[in-house]
Structure formats: C-alpha cells, structure tokens
C-alpha cells in the first residue's frame, strides 16, 4: 500500500505523525503532508513540538510563537513557544496561590521556587505538551500533523502521559477518601473544604487533558504514526529499537517513509567515486529496509538537488511522496 492509499482508506486518522531521528526529515514530511491534504480540500495544521522548530524555515515564514498561521487556503503552520508557556504557568501559578490563601503578593521563597521550577529541563517539555493539547482540543481543524521532536525526547514525550496519569490516579485516589472523612464532620471545617476542593478540581482538570492526549497517541482509528529513516545501517538499527520501545507505549505504528534514496540509474552517467560508494551501501541498507519492514514501506523518496524550501519545493516533495510524480 502506497502513502497516499493509506490516507484514503483511512480518512479517519486525523492526527498525522512523523518520527524518527533528528535530521532524517521529519519537518519537510509534515510540511509536504499537510500540503497535500489542504490540495485534497482538507483544512490542515501542521505543528512543531520540537523546542528547535523548523517551520518557519521550510515555509520561510517567521511563524514561532504566533499561533495557527495561515500558510496558503486550507493549510495552517504552528511553532509552539515553550519559554511563553512557562511564563504563562507561572504568572497561572502565582494568582492561584494569591486566590487561594488570600494573599496580596506572592512572598520571596515562593517566587524563588516557582523560578527554579521553571528552569527544569522537564518544564520545556511540559510546556509543549499542554500546549498541543489545548491545540487538539479546539478540534478546528480536518487534520493535525505532528512534527515531533528527535527519538529519545519523543520517546519521553510520549511517556509523560502514562507518568503523570498515573501519579494522579494515586494523589486523586487519596483526595477521594479524604472527602469521605470531611463530609462526616463538613459543617466542622466548610471553609477548609472548599479549600481542598479547589486543589482537587484542579488535580482532576490536569488528569482530563492528559487524557486527552494520551488517548489521541494511542488511537489506531484516530491517530497514524510514521517513521522516517534513511538507508543507513545505524539510522535502521536505531528505528529497529525505537520501534519496539514506541510499541511498548502502545503507539500504532502505520507504517514507515525512507528519505533521501539516491537512484541507481546515476551509475550510467559520470559521477564522483564517492556517490558510486554511497550507491552501493544504499543498496545493501535498502535491501535490509525490505526485509525488516516489508510492505510497511509506504514511501521511497529519492535525495533531491536542492533544499525542501517555500511552497513549490514542498509541492514537488508532497508529488514525490504521494507518487503523483518521481524526481
């Protein structure tokens, strides 16, 4: 089955993903996705939860950190921006306290921890997380193409939801016995309870969002993920491992796209010793892509002679992909 024939038997995949290692061509196969399908007449948005976003230079449109931008009819680009995020839960944190215990100000020792957790190299991701889901939950839009960070982050990603669901379950489940205990004495202690009460509310507003999420990246009729490699024996080594590990997390992996394939007829014409060796070694690689992954090969896309840059590089990307025309 062919990339494009997976999307029309499958329609109901709205959320498109590609992973992979950094490098390999993730955000140019999102891009090129997303284009084609606003060609199909569907409303797209294609974003980046990678901190080292690259939209903006695919598109050569300064996109980060200005919402959904509308790149051409159907077709809308994001880049999220983590550090406004964060400054977004801590301007959040700071009126939640002032609103729970009355304060007029925030003292020193709690804005000097808000900072410092702040500065956690987790917050960056925490941040983008929440981001995508208020993106995902406004369900505006036909189609939403993820272009997610490298492996290993991907990978930390994807597990932030089972993490934290499972840290809630525990603190939810204690807080749902406690109220068992407050309603015996309520009328003893009301203030105090509605103090509690605001705390768990919030526990489980957080516990519904990553939820959400979570279930959208675990959804075989909602959610498509692809894997993109090149034919390199490390780059098929590491997609091996990563695969395994992504299906542990019980992501539903569609399928695979091998990027930058250098054609064989250049044996016939004049070319550097070096592009001869390099023929050679695709070759092999790719004879071991077929047999490890098999017809879940979905695409073979060659290396092309310029930089995927601006609309009519990604439409030749997009034609390539989706086998309308080879390079």
Known sequence: MSLAEMFQKYPDRKYVMYGGKGGLGKTT????????????????LVFSVDPQASLSDIFEQDIFGKGAIQIMPNLYAQEIDADQR??????????????????????????HY?????????????????????IVVEGKYDYYI???????????????????????????????QMREYDSVIATMKREKETEE????????????????SSKIMTDTEKTAFYFVLTPE???????????????????????????????????????PQYLRNRIDMQRSCLETIKKQFGDRVLAMVPEFDNEIKGLDTIKDMARVMFGEETI
Do not use: C
Not at 114 to 134: C, W
Not at 197 to 212: C, P, Q, S, V
């Open 29 to 44: 196969f999102s891009a090129a996705t997303a284009y084609w399908l606003a060609q199909q007449g569907k409303k797209v």
């Open 86 to 111: 964060i400054k977004e839960y801590q301007k959040e944190i700071r009126q939640k306290i002032i609103d729970m215990y009355g304060m007029d100000r925030i003292p020193e020792e709690i804005e």
């Open 114 to 134: 808000i900072d410092a957790a702040s500065a956690e190299p987790a917050m960056e991701e925490s941040a983008i997380f929440d981001a995508v889901v208020d």
């Open 146 to 176: 993820y272009d997610l960070v490298p492996l290993g982050h991907a990978l930390y990603y994807l597990s932030m939801g089972s993490i934290y669901d499972a840290w809630l379950k525990k603190i939810t489940g204690l807080r749902e």
């Open 197 to 212: 009460d605001a705390i768990y509310n919030e526990l489980m507003y957080i516990k519904d969002r990553i939820g959400t």
């Open 233 to 271: 024996d490390m780059v098929i080594d590491d997609t091996i491992k990563a695969g395994g590990l992504f299906a542990r997390f019980n992501v539903p992996l569609t399928g695979y796209v091998v990027n930058r394939v250098i054609s064989e007829d250049l044996q016939n014409q004049q070319i």
